[in-house]
Every structure is written in structure tokens, then in C-alpha cells.
């Protein structure tokens, strides 16, 4: 393919006027929508504003959309960008102008993201990522694919020559991991549903604090209860009422599950370059991100009991500088055991995760327990509250959960210190692995309670620049060593 | 090449060994006049309240309401008191340590070559005292940032040129 010159500078797409049409009128509607909504009702109820006759609306919405629609136009005219030797230039803005002027070697980051007007009409979005804070953030809407590949390389490829001398990179590229469907399947249904559950269940209550007004008005909640309020009769009723809800929540929850992990890793191919790894995802929204080893602070991987049955290992990576939106999406799902350590050690060469893992002082199990008297208290406190006198039976749940809670982090729990790696497992039902590398501590702390004090324990935190591990409760003796060793690593 | 020779982990310098000193008596004043204008305000509001308010039921527990703040007052300043003894720093070459809290005691170590920015903030009753707060700040918003209060201005100076002179050195 013939290079394409980015040199002089130019607009992007013209599809890019409908995508950022879209964009904002999509944010116009989002802004406003408890307004229209309110509007809505009031003229449906006919309260007032009865000067809205049909027209008058159409008119009023027309509009909004032509305004939209010519901001949209100014906006792509006044958009432009081009690439010089070893500078990015953008200039924007239709009253205030700006010029924004990124060195390729500030470069953090490029991704390529497709979201569904853009799959429709087949152009990708390009995201130039810098250090620093989430605003110093390029995004080009409408490019063609070809030219937006174009670019990216050019802005990774010239600035590796210029910063290390290195071979090309993008020439030896093999697809390395492509997930199956069945796979993808299996990683939904072993998801932690409790989590679906929650997100669902406060999803639902926003909405419903939301409009709980309108709710009111319509009568809805009335209608609601007098459904639900069924004759409460019998005992065996009540239960399977309640079974029923039970059950129906898991289903709601793993349907949830199993659709949001397919929409964001739909297609999820690993790219392996000579140096860069590069994941492509997504369903409605195309992601295509390029992961630097050189700046990988850590890597987290994590599996349960089930899902390493079955095979399954999610690997999350994590970079400096990059903002929490964005950090979501280094995620790799569905990885095989041997796959993880293939990519493990593309990113930290010398990682083998052989060796002997230290465990924490026996301490950290009575603290364990300690706190989950604590918060077993606490619950029963509430149920005491919300229950009544019945408050004691959910302690038939509650006991064996802080039990087995208490034994199984106390057993996940250990931690390895190598000549150039730190590795830390926890989790409860969960197995996380947690590797950083030494080199990368930015920086360590012992902290100790007047109780840990004296039994001569103390835990150490220490920090990366996108992350922050702890090796709870280890002899006081045991942390300062550990201190002294990661400094004399790090300062040496 | 690649060396990978056994390192004694007993002869590696060790923040045990540090000889951490104390920041600036003069900041206990600071701290213990915050704390009495924050439970002064309280106590205002309350009284203000007792003026205000003729509700039969306020003015009940009003003492109650009066004896518990002085009480928190107290022990609030016992705390700073004895917990200030634990606020010390070192400076060493090649890092930076803050140690305090009382009840949870924690030792912060910064490397120099980690440093990212430094900063010297001064309220207006520090500079009554002629203190300063020395804050050194990392890479990434999760890094364990340092802030040590109540050094003297002259030293807190010294230790930030010296830091900058380090940062600056080293690349």
C-alpha cells in the first residue's frame, strides 16, 4: 500500500460531520432527557403548556437539530490535523481556536475504536493518549480504516526508530490468541453473577429515585404493589414466592453476565508485534490498543475454582498514566494456563513464577477473624432492625460464609519477592495474581497498628505508578527486610 | 552480562538503623489552635443554638450534647499530643522517610530517583511560625504521595533544594 501523506494538513473523513452529529445530538438528548421526559408527561396530562401545539414542537425540535447539525458542520471544517517530523499538530474549535501540539515521543498511547454509527458507516475513531491528566486527550472521529492504520503506525513507528534504534515493529505480526465463542460462553456463565446482580439491582434504583415522582403520578407503584401483594395465606406461599424471586435474579443476573462479557469481548484477538502486544474487542464498540512492555507497571491475573476447571484466566494489564476508563479495557478474557504465561513473560522476560511463595504470619488470620466478628455484628444488627425477632436465622448463612471467607483468604494469601519481580496472590473466591516489577516501585510503606505492634507484626503497601499491592500482617522483623531489599533494588 | 550474585540481606542498609528526627515543636501549636477553633466553631453553633432554639427537648440534652463534644475536644487533642511524638522524617541519600500516626504507625519511604515533583505550601499560621509543608509527589494517581508538615522554612528549603539538585542530577 502506498504510504499516505499526513503531512499537509487535512480534515478528517466528511463522514465525520454525521458522526460528531450524532455524537452531540446523542449528548443533547442525554443532558436533557429528565427534561423532555417531564415535558412529556405534563403535556400528556395536559396540565399546562398548552401553547405546544403539534407544530410549534416540530418547529422547536427542527431547530435544535439544524443548530446541531450546523455546529456539527463548523466543527468539522475548523478540525484539522497533519504530522510532521517528529510532531503532531491539531488545530480546533470554532470560536475559540486551539492548537494542540503533541512530540511523538509523549506519545502514550493510540487506540482505534469503532462504536455503532461509526460500524455503520464504516469509518474508526482514533485516540492519541499522552501523559498526564485525562484531558490532554486527542480524538479524531471519522477516519477510514486504512488511513487511520496508517497513522498509527506512523506515529509508533518513526518514534521507536528515533528512541531506541529497534527493527520495524508492525512488520512481524501473528495473531497470537483468538477467542471461540464457546470459550466466551463459558467465561460469561463462570462471571461472579453478585456482581451483575448489583450493578442490575442499582441500575434499577437509580431509575426508580429518578422517577419516582412521575412513578407516583401515574399510579404505576400502586398498580405494582397491588400485584405483588398477593393474600398472604400460607407459609409455603410465602416461600416459594420467594424461591421464585431467588431464582429469577440468578437467571436475570447470568443472562446479564454472559451479555455484557460477549458485547465487550466480542471478537477478542491478541496481536503479537516484535515488541508491542495489541488487543482487538468489541461489539458495538471496536477497540483496537497497543500495550508497550516498556510502560507495564503490573499484571493482575485472576481465575476462581471454576473457571480454572475449565480453563479460563482473565489477564488485566496496567499502565501508567492511562485514565480508569481506559484501564477497564486491558483486559484479556477466556486465556489458557500456558497462554497467560506466553504473554506473562512477552511483557516481564525473566518471569517464570517458579519458586517459593512466603505466607503471612498467623496474625493475619485472627485479624481476619477479628473483622469478620466485626462486620458478622454489624450484619446482624441491621437484620435485628429489618427482620425483627427473626433476625437470628440468617446467622445460618452468615456464619459459614465469614468462615469460609476467613480460611480461604487466609490460604489464597502469600507473596514471592525475586531477583526482579514482586508477586503478591489474594482473593476469596477469587485467585488474583498480582506482578509487578521491581524496577517500577515508585514507592514502599510499613504500616503497623498499636496491636500488631505488639506481636511484632507490620504489613507493607507498596506502590506503582497504576497500582498499589499489600503483603498483609508478616513479623516486623520480616517487613523491614523486605523494605531495605526493594529499596537497595530500586536505588542501586 | 547477566549477573545474579547472592546479596546478604544483612548488610543492606536498613531503615531499622535510620535515625529519624522529629519535626518542629512549634507545629503542635498549629495543630492543637486547628483543633480548637474546629470544636470553638462547634461549641459556638451550640451555644448559639441554646439561645435560638426553645424547644423543651434541646434544651435537655443540650449538656449532654455540650459535655460530649468537650469530651471529644479532649480527647482529640490528648491524641495529637502523644501521636505528635511519632511524626519524624530522614532524609537519606538515596530516599525519603516519614513515619507517624500512633495507633496505626506508618513508615512512608520515597526513593529520590522516583521523585516526580516537590512542593513547599505555607498556610498563613505557618508562616506565622516560619514552617513549612514539604510535599513530594510520585508518578500515577494510585503512589503514595508525602506530605511532611511543620518543618522548619530554612530546613524544609534546604531538603527541596537538595531533592531538586538530586532529581535534576540525575538525568
Known amino acids: 500500500m502506498e504510504p499516505i501523506d499526513f503531512s499537509q494538513p487535512s480534515r478528517q473523513s466528511s463522514k465525520g460531520i454525521l458522526v460528531i452529529f450524532a455524537l452531540h445530538t446523542l449528548k443533547f438528548i442525554r443532558r436533557y432527557f429528565v427534561v423532555f421526559l417531564a415535558l412529556g408527561l405534563s403535556v400528556i396530562k395536559e396540565e399546562s403548556f398548552s401553547f405546544l401545539t403539534p407544530s410549534i414542537l416540530t418547529l422547536i425540535i427542527t431547530g ?155 399510579g404505576i407503584s400502586e398498580q405494582l404493589q397491588s400485584s405483588v401483594n398477593f393474600e398472604t395465606g400460607s407459609l409455603f406461599n410465602l416461600i416459594l414466592a420467594n424461591a421464585f424471586i431467588v431464582v429469577l435474579a440468578i437467571l436475570i443476573s447470568t443472562l446479564f453476565s454472559i451479555i455484557s462479557t460477549f458485547i465487550s469481548n466480542f471478537n477478542l484477538k491478541v496481536i503479537e508485534n516484535n515488541i508491542t502486544i495489541e488487543i482487538n474487542k468489541g461489539l458495538f464498540n471496536k477497540l483496537s490498543l497497543i500495550l508497550m512492555p516498556v510502560r507495564i507497571q503490573n499484571i493482575i491475573i485472576k481465575t476462581n475454582r471454576l473457571k480454572q476447571a475449565l480453563g479460563l484466566h482473565t489477564l488485566s494489564i496496567k499502565q501508567a498514566m492511562v485514565n480508569k476508563k481506559q484501564q477497564k479495557n486491558f483486559k484479556i478474557v477466556a486465556l489458557e494456563q500456558h497462554q497467560v504465561a506466553h504473554l506473562v513473560t512477552k511483557v516481564f522476560p525473566l518471569y517464570n513464577g517458579l519458586g517459593p511463595f512466603d505466607k503471612p504470619d498467623v496474625y493475619y488470620k485472627r485479624r481476619l477473624i477479628f473483622r469478620s466478628i466485626i462486620w458478622g455484628l454489624f450484619v446482624n444488627g441491621l437484620a435485628l432492625v429489618i427482620f425483627g425477632n427473626f433476625f437470628w436465622s440468617i446467622n445460618s448463612i452468615i456464619v459459614p460464609w465469614l468462615a469460609l471467607f476467613v480460611h480461604y483468604t487466609y490460604k489464597k494469601s502469600s507473596y514471592q519477592i525475586t531477583d526482579k519481580y514482586l508477586t503478591v496472590n489474594s482473593g476469596f473466591i477469587d485467585r488474583v495474581r498480582n506482578i509487578s516489577e521491581i524496577e517500577k516501585i515508585q514507592s514502599v510503606q510499613i504500616k503497623q497498628s498499636i496491636f500488631q505492634k505488639q506481636n511484632n507484626i507490620a504489613s507493607v503497601h507498596i506502590a506503582t505508578a497504576s497500582d498499589k499491592v499489600k503483603i498483609p500482617c508478616i513479623t516486623e522483623k520480616n517487613a523491614k527486610s523486605i523494605v531495605d531489599y526493594l529499596l537497595f533494588k530500586i536505588e542501586s | 552480562m547477566f549477573s545474579n550474585q547472592q546479596i546478604n540481606l544483612d548488610t543492606l542498609p536498613s531503615i531499622a538503623d535510620v535515625d529519624l528526627k522529629p519535626i518542629s515543636k512549634q507545629y503542635l501549636k498549629i495543630i492543637i489552635f486547628n483543633r480548637l477553633v474546629f470544636y470553638g466553631i462547634i461549641g459556638f453553633v451550640l451555644f448559639i443554638a441554646k439561645i435560638k432554639v426553645s424547644h423543651p427537648n434541646f434544651q435537655l440534652i443540650f449538656w449532654y450534647l455540650f459535655s460530649a463534644v468537650l469530651l471529644f475536644c479532649i480527647l482529640n487533642l490528648m491524641g495529637a499530643i502523644f501521636a505528635f511524638k511519632k511524626r519524624k522524617y530522614a532524609i537519606r541519600t538515596h530516599d525519603v522517610i516519614y513515619s507517624k500516626g500512633l495507633l496505626v504507625n506508618s513508615i512512608s519511604v520515597i526513593p529520590v530517583s522516583r521523585i516526580q515533583h516537590l512542593e513547599i505550601s505555607r498556610s498563613w499560621l505557618a508562616r506565622r511560625f516560619n514552617l513549612g509543608t514539604l510535599k513530594i509527589y510520585t508518578a500515577g494517581d494510585s503512589g503514595i504521595d508525602l506530605r511532611i508538615p511543620g518543618l522548619k522554612y530554612v530546613e524544609a528549603k534546604q531538603i527541596n533544594d537538595f531533592l531538586s539538585s538530586k532529581i535534576n542530577g540525575a538525568d
Open chain 1, 64 to 218: 435544535v437539530v439544524l443548530l446541531i447539525l450546523l455546529f456539527a458542520i463548523l466543527k468539522y471544517l475548523n478540525f484539522k490535523f497533519y504530522l510532521d517530523k517528529d510532531q503532531f499538530h491539531l488545530s480546533s474549535g470554532i470560536v475559540n481556536k486551539n492548537l494542540t501540539i503533541v512530540p511523538k515521543s509523549k506519545i502514550q498511547n493510540v487506540y482505534i475504536k469503532q462504536n455503532l454509527i461509526q460500524q455503520l458507516i464504516n469509518v474508526v475513531s482514533l485516540t492519541i493518549e499522552t501523559a498526564g491528566d485525562d484531558k490532554a486527550e486527542i480524538e479524531i472521529n471519522a477516519l477510514n480504516r486504512a488511513n487511520a492504520l496508517e497513522l498509527k503506525k506512523q506515529l509508533f513507528v518513526k518514534k521507536q526508530i528515533a528512541a531506541a534504534d529497534s527493527v520495524e515493529d508492525i512488520s512481524e505480526s501473528s495473531v497470537y490468541f483468538m477467542v471461540s465463542t464457546k470459550r466466551l460462553l463459558l467465561e460469561g456463565i463462570s462471571q461472579n453473577h453478585l456482581k451483575s446482580f448489583v450493578i442490575i439491582v442499582s441500575f434499577v434504583f437509580g431509575l426508580y429515585n429518578e422517577f419516582k415522582d412521575y412513578l407516583q403520578d401515574l
